[in-house]
């Protein structure tokens, strides 16, 4: 069974950077995505970004496009969230995901990038704060 480890949360000031890992494993799949979601206190869980493994196209929320990146080192299993610009808003716990009904170029799907429903198996995730 597919297992994910998230790493990397913790506390940072408001325009500081943190960098989350996502380890996979026990997976047999070629193709497939890995995204990262995030859920804040009294609020539903939203998708961040996600990456696909068939030729590394990504995606994002509109909210953190141009502030986090999301990359893949493919030798290790591991997905990366780069997040720079932090905004108190962004502080949630955060989670990431493995999709096997998203292949291909994740181009072709749209907003079902993001969509949770999309992934089969998830993290027990990782506490991103960032203080004022």
């Known amino acids: 069974e597919v297992q994910l480890v998230e790493s990397g949360g913790g506390l940072v000031q408001a325009g500081g950077s943190l960098r989350l890992s996502c380890a996979a494993s026990g997976f047999t799949f070629d193709d497939y995505a890995i995204g990262w979601f995030r859920q804040a206190p009294g609020k539903e869980r939203e998708g961040v970004s996600c990456i696909s493994s068939s030729d590394g196209s990504t995606y994002y929320a509109d909210s953190v496009k141009g502030r986090f990146t999301i990359s893949s080192d493919n030798a290790k299993n591991t997905v990366y969230l780069q997040m720079n610009s932090l905004k108190p808003e962004d502080t949630a716990v955060y989670y990431c995901?493995?999709?096997?009904?998203?292949?291909?170029?994740?181009?072709?799907?749209?907003?079902?990038?993001?969509?949770?429903?999309?992934?089969?198996?998830w993290g027990q995730g990782t506490q991103v704060t960032v203080s004022s």
């Open positions: 995901a493995f999709g096997t009904s998203l292949v291909g170029p994740l181009t072709g799907w749209g907003a079902r990038n993001l969509g949770q429903y999309e992934y089969d198996y």
